[in-house]
C-alpha cells in the first residue's frame, strides 16, 4: 500500500508517518523504483500500535521502543517496565475521573428532573423559603458539608438540615475545611434522621449509598434524590492525607449544590 492508504488505514496523516519514519520511530517504507515507498500489513501493524500508545501518552520514541518489543517478541527492554506501569496508573485515573464525571451527570439529570416536577407542584406559600434535608449515615461529613454550603449558596431561598441514619459526632475536619470558606460550623452538632420524620420538605437528598437504603420514608410532596459520595472519614494516612480527602469531599458537594440551588429556583412555581 502507498503512504495515502496507511495514513488513512491508521487514522494519521501522512506528515506524521514521515516525522515518525525520520525520527526512527517506525521503519521507512520499501523503496520502489518509481521512488514511492511501498507498506505492508506490518507497518500498518506498527504504526496502529505507536499511534495508540502517542494517545496514552508515550513519547514518540518510548511509543516506538515498546511497539517494536510487542510485535517482534525480543528482550524485554527493562527500561519500559516503570514506562508501562505508570501508563496502566495513568489509564486507572482517566477511568475514574470518567465514572466520578458520569456520576455527576447522573445526580444533575436527576436534579434537572426534579426541578421540573416542582413547577407542576403547587405550593401553598411559594414564597416560603426552598426546605432541604440531606441525609448521609453519620451526619458527620457529607451532610454536614452540604448543609453549610446551601446556607453560603442559596441564602434566604433555602433552609437546610441535614441528618444520619446512625449518627456520630461532627467530624474536627469538617469543621477545619468549612473554617477554611470561612463558615463557622464549630456549633453544629449531629442529629437522627428520624426526628425528621413527619416534617415538610421541598427535597431530600442522601449523599451516600448506605443512607439510600436505610432512609426512611418522608410523607408528603417532595423530590428525593441521591448524592453518590465518598466517605472522606474512610481515608487513611497522615493527618495531611486525610484533610485533602475532606477537601475533595467539600470540592465535590460544591460542584453539585451549585447547580442544585439555581435548578430548585428556577423550579418554584
Avoid at 437546610?160 to 453544629?188: H, I, K, M
Avoid at 472522606?232 to 465535590?252: M, Q, S
Amino acid at each position: 500500500m502507498k503512504i495515502a492508504e496507511l495514513a488513512r488505514r491508521a487514522g494519521v496523516a501522512a506528515s506524521a508517518i514521515r516525522f515518525y519514519e525520520e525520527v526512527g520511530v517506525v521503519p521507512a517504507g520499501r523503496r520502489l523504483a518509481n521512488g514511492y515507498r511501498e507498506y505492508t500489513d506490518a507497518d500498518l501493524a506498527r504504526l496502529r500500535l505507536v499511534v495508540a500508545l502517542r494517545r496514552l501518552g508515550l513519547a514518540p520514541a518510548d511509543a516506538g521502543r515498546l511497539a517494536a518489543v510487542c510485535l517482534e517478541h525480543g528482550e524485554m527492554d527493562r527500561d519500559l517496565m516503570p514506562l508501562i506501569s505508570g501508563q496502566r496508573a495513568a489509564i486507572e485515573r482517566q477511568r475514574a475521573d470518567l465514572d466520578r464525571l458520569d456520576a455527576e451527570l447522573t445526580d444533575l439529570e436527576t436534579t434537572i428532573d426534579a426541578a421540573d416536577r416542582a413547577t407542576r407542584t403547587t405550593r401553598a406559600m411559594p414564597t416560603d423559603p426552598i426546605r432541604v434535608l440531606f441525609v448521609c449515615t453519620g451526619n458527620s461529613a457529607r451532610s454536614q458539608m452540604a448543609e453549610a454550603l446551601l446556607g453560603e449558596f442559596g441564602g434566604a431561598d433555602f433552609t437546610g438540615f441535614s441528618a444520619g441514619t446512625e449518627p456520630d459526632p461532627v467530624n474536627p475536619q469538617t469543621v477545619t475545611v468549612l473554617a477554611e470558606l470561612g463558615l463557622d460550623w464549630s456549633r453544629a452538632v449531629s442529629k437522627s434522621v428520624t426526628q425528621f420524620v413527619g416534617e415538610p420538605f421541598d427535597y431530600v437528598i442522601t449523599v451516600c449509598d448506605r443512607a439510600r437504603k436505610s432512609c426512611p420514608t418522608f410523607p408528603g410532596e417532595h423530590n428525593s434524590l441521591h448524592w453518590g459520595l465518598d466517605d472522606p472519614a474512610d481515608v487513611e494516612g497522615t493527618d495531611e492525607v486525610k484533610l485533602a480527602a475532606f477537601r475533595r469531599t467539600r470540592t465535590e458537594v460544591a460542584a453539585r449544590l451549585r447547580p442544585f440551588v439555581e435548578l430548585a429556583r428556577a423550579g418554584r412555581p
